[in-house]
């Protein structure tokens, strides 16, 4: 189980979040409809941080990626380095594994029209500080997005211009780990090429060669 100070599944800091959670949960009385925990390998030196729960998909399922259009890429691409047992994660009872990869969001809880507002972002930042202080020495951690980047380099209370994002760049932190870049893995992007599976792949052969 989480610690509270990484992940609260009762939390209701933010309430337009709480009270969009409440409407959905309404609208789709079997989706989880709760903040969704980080979901992997505890031990883990990659974490990959993406932005919110999508609404048909994390939100849906309990688990982050899992369910939807975001996820299929991600999944595939863990599989094939060997992070994961299975090549999809359609729901919690799926059998997916993790090995030494775990999966969190920037925000915990779903936003309206997938967009959090900044004192949303930054009221949940604290969670992602937690988390961030518990990973090994020398991990990585993925950035899918720009606002999962600024908010690691806000975690670990850097400036935002501390580091440009950059899909394929690669940052030193104060503390020896690294920061890496993608572009999300959402369908617009995955759809309109702007982030391709070779491309992808790429970031996952830049990330083998530092956790060597």
């Known amino acids: 189980m989480l610690s509270k100070t990484i992940f609260d599944q009762d939390c209701k800091a933010c309430p337009r979040l709480a009270d969009f959670l409440t409407q959905v949960k309404q609208d789709h009385p079997l989706y989880h409809a709760r903040p ?4 992997g390998d505890k031990e883990a030196r990659l974490l990959v ?4 729960p999508g609404m048909h998909g994390a939100n849906a399922t309990g688990r982050p990626f ?9 999944y595939e691409t863990l599989f094939e380095f ?14 997916l594994v993790l090995t030494n990869c775990r999966i969190s969001n920037a925000v915990k809880c779903l936003p309206p029209q997938n967009k959090p507002t900044t004192d949303e972002i930054n009221c949940c930042n604290h969670f992602l500080a937690t988390e961030l202080k518990t ?3 020398k991990s990585v ?3 899918l997005g720009l ?21 394929n760049r690669v940052h030193n932190l104060p ?3 690294f920061l890496i870049d993608s572009y999300h893995s959402s369908r617009y992007n995955v759809q309109t090429k702007r982030l391709t599976s070779v491309m992808f792949k790429e970031v996952f052969q830049n990330i083998e060669l530092i956790l060597k």
């Open 135 to 137: 990973l090994p020495k």
């Open 141 to 143: 951690i993925l950035a």
């Open 66 to 74: 899992t369910g939807d259009f975001a996820g299929l890429l991600l």
């Open 175 to 177: 503390d020896g780990n």
């Open 36 to 39: 969704v925990a980080p979901f």
């Open 147 to 167: 606002i999962a980047h600024q908010s690691v380099l806000k975690a670990y209370q850097l400036k935002l211009s501390a580091a440009a994002f950059g899909h």
């Open 49 to 52: 941080v993406g932005l919110a």
């Open 82 to 95: 060997g992070y994961a047992n299975k090549p999809t994660s359609t729901s919690l009872n799926d059998g």
